[in-house]
């Protein structure tokens, strides 16, 4: 499924973000950058020891990464130039912030993006695995906040791929990004393609 949002292309597809081969991936990792399961460990292992390397760095002179922020490093062996790290909020039923928190991360990202000049950027399903975020909820959060950056902020960024795993969490989003646009026609310039 894809949108044209002012200048931006907004995709949404099923597959590895490993394999993808825009200017940033994100990295769905924990506060102390040194890699882990799901998508963090795919990442780490794609790209090689080059983004451990710089993530050492990074904890060195700021310390651990709090949920709702981001960092940068380099892709190493990615076919993406570089790969942003962000510390989704785990899930403890709603009353923690955490939708605050999720949204966070995704602007953080599209923040950081824009400041490095990024033409493209792909996107996991934030938080809805190990920290086990209701994947909904999640999608939600997730096209709610990009789609609105995209509309009104000043921003080099062309591409915007949401990259989902499994088939459940891929129609999530599909669902999402229909209810957002359903209540916010505006937000989006046609064409939509399925
Ligand atoms: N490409 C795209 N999505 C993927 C990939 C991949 N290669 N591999 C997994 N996913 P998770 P979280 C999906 O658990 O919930 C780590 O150990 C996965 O199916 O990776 O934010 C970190 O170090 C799910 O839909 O991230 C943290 O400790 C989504 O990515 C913790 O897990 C997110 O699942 C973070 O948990």
Partial sequence: MEAIINQT???????DITKQATDAIVNAANPSLMGGGGVDGAIHRAGGPAILEECKQIVAKQGR??????????????????????????????????????ASDYHECLKVATAHKLASISFPSISTGAYGYPV??????????????????????????????????????????????????????LPIAA
């Fill in 136 to 189: 909904s909820e999640a999608a939600r959060i997730a096209i709610s906040t990009v789609v609105p950056f995209l509309k009104e902020q000043a921003t080099p960024i062309k591409e915007v791929t949401f990259v989902l795993f499994d088939s459940r969490t891929y129609e999530s989003y599909c669902s999402a990004f229909q209810e957002v646009i359903g209540k916010n026609p505006h937000l989006v310039h």
């Fill in 65 to 102: 990464l709090p949920t709702g922020k981001a960092v940068i490093t380099t892709g190493g062996n990615l076919k993406a130039k570089y790969v942003i790290h962000t510390v989704g909020p785990v899930w403890h039923g709603g009353g923690r912030n955490e939708a605050a928190l999720l």
């Fill in 9 to 15: 292309k907004l995709s949404i597809i099923q597959g």
